[in-house]
């Protein structure tokens, strides 16, 4: 007769052979593993080879009073043992009496006299402690139940019998089974990283609002990093501490902006034709040709303005990616970090479309409050920072900022009458909550237990 076993049960079943019966404790002492032992003992049932008997056990188990008798002997006992010299007066005696007076009593050991304690002839016969020797054999009872010495527990015991078809089937006969239902160890299967998932994410909700991918270089010069953007060339941001200035190649052609290069001068020196009295100082061309990593996705988008025609309005575009900053790397700093920038050119546009945008793109990040402070940025007119409420951390959280583009940038840029709003944001805050971090290096890091244990990003979360 053939029977299929799985592997687990087949090892089961051939100890089962040999023992007739088997206690699941019993194979757990040999080494075992108890879930394995309960799914071969139910496999071995269903196929109808062994069957499962559980019994009630009833054991005891010794208390602390009970320990101490075994310790010090009882305390009848030991009042015996007192006595044994003679009759005692109740305050002679140095041990708690009256469990040891009362239990002597009992049985018959000791009589009281006027406040006297003595021997009977039947006390005098007692030459051992009968029940510490009981404690000491285990030989419990229910009067040491009563007393307190010991307690009684009791135990399920399971074990394995093997029945007839058992018997009948020889271990030859057995073929092994594989269980195809059961679990296998998770493969190491690729899984986008989190700060992948939450950068998609924001990607798709600009996409869904219609706007384009732009693309932009990490090297760029000066004069669109800064310069266009109407940041003075003495401007602080502009030092060695904020940029990355480039070795090589140290510094860009700027003829390939032509005319703009002579715009933007006029721009910062007088205001040239946009009605502002620009910065009063001597523009250099050649700081402005100084190649650095861009500071910020902004770049991007002054290179945007530059390329669009009057036609391509209104456009709507948008940029995630890197921008580079020379600062101390910490909890909550480095020195390359990722922005979603973005730029609305049209007509007739106002700071209630920027908002608007602004509230579609957190509200489709999972963030419903945010509010806009007045903030200060040498290129935006009015400037504001963005600030997210997050539920978790119950505080503000900076994301950025933004504004509509002053005319010293966007008239010189564009060539034409247009409003441009603008933005760049700090998407790492963003993945930073949506994957629980509390270091932004874990950002940029692969650890793969962390990659795999967080969950695929949703804003709904
Ligand atoms: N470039 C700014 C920054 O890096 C953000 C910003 C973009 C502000 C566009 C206003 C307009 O912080």
Redesign the pocket.
């Known amino acids: 007769m053939g029977v299929k076993l799985s592997q687990q049960a087949k090892k089961v079943f051939e100890r089962l052979k040999d023992a007739k019966t088997l206690k699941f404790e019993d194979l757990k002492q040999e080494g075992h593993d108890q879930s394995m032992i309960a799914r071969a003992a139910k496999e071995l049932e269903e196929k109808e080879l062994a069957e499962i008997k559980k019994e009630e056990e009833i054991a005891y188990n010794l208390t602390d009073k009970g320990h101490a008798v075994m310790r010090e002997g009882s305390p009848e006992y030991r009042l015996v043992v007192i006595l044994e010299d003679g009759p005692k007066q109740f305050s002679e005696i140095n041990i708690p009496a009256d469990v040891a007076v009362g239990k002597a009593k009992q049985e018959g050991w000791i009589e009281i006299n006027n406040g006297e304690i003595s021997l009977t002839s039947e006390g005098q016969m007692v030459k051992e402690d009968e029940l510490a020797q009981q404690l000491k054999d285990r030989n419990f009872g229910s009067d040491h139940v009563e007393r307190g010495l010991v307690e009684r527990i009791t135990e399920a015991t399971r074990s394995l019998k093997l029945l007839r078809k058992g018997e009948q089937v020889k271990v030859e006969n057995i073929e092994e089974e594989f269980n195809v239902e059961a679990d296998a160890e998770p493969e190491d299967i690729g899984k986008k990283h989190f700060y992948r998932q939450v950068m998609s994410q924001a990607k798709n909700v600009w996409l869904e609002m219609g706007f384009q991918e732009m693309q932009g270089d990490y090297i760029v010069p000066s004069f669109t990093c800064f310069d266009s953007l109407f940041i003075a060339q003495d401007h602080p941001a502009r030092d060695l501490h904020d940029t990355f200035f480039v070795e090589e190649p140290e510094a860009s052609n700027l003829e390939e902006f032509g005319n703009l290069v002579d715009t933007i001068e006029a721009v910062h020196e007088n205001g040239g034709e946009t009605g502002s009295k620009g910065w009063k100082y001597d523009w250099s061309r050649e700081e402005a040709a100084r190649n650095v990593l861009r500071t910020?996705t902004?770049d991007t988008s002054v290179q945007k303005l530059i390329e669009l025609d009057e036609e391509d309005l209104p456009s709507k575009q948008f940029i995630i990616s890197r921008?580079f900053r020379n600062e101390t790397v910490d909890r909550t700093h480095l020195a390359d970090f990722d922005?979603a920038?973005g730029i609305v050119v049209g007509k007739d546009l106002n700071f209630a479309h920027l908002k608007g945008y602004l509230t579609e793109f957190f509200e489709k990040m999972g963030y419903n409050e945010f509010r806009l402070i007045p903030t200060y940025?040498p290129?935006?007119e009015m400037?504001v920072e963005i600030q997210v409420w997050d539920e978790g951390e119950n505080e503000w959280l900076g994301m950025?900022?933004?504004?509509l583009f002053r005319p010293e940038v966007v008239e010189p840029l564009l060539g034409f009458e247009a409003t441009v709003l603008?933005?760049?944001l700090g998407i790492g805050r963003i993945g930073m909550r949506a994957a629980e971090l509390d270091d932004i290096r874990d950002l940029y890091s692969n650890d793969k237990e962390k990659i795999y244990g967080t969950q695929l990003w949703s804003p709904q979360r």
């Open positions: 910020h902004t921008a922005q920038e940025y290129y935006t400037s950025g900022g933004s504004g603008a933005w760049g």
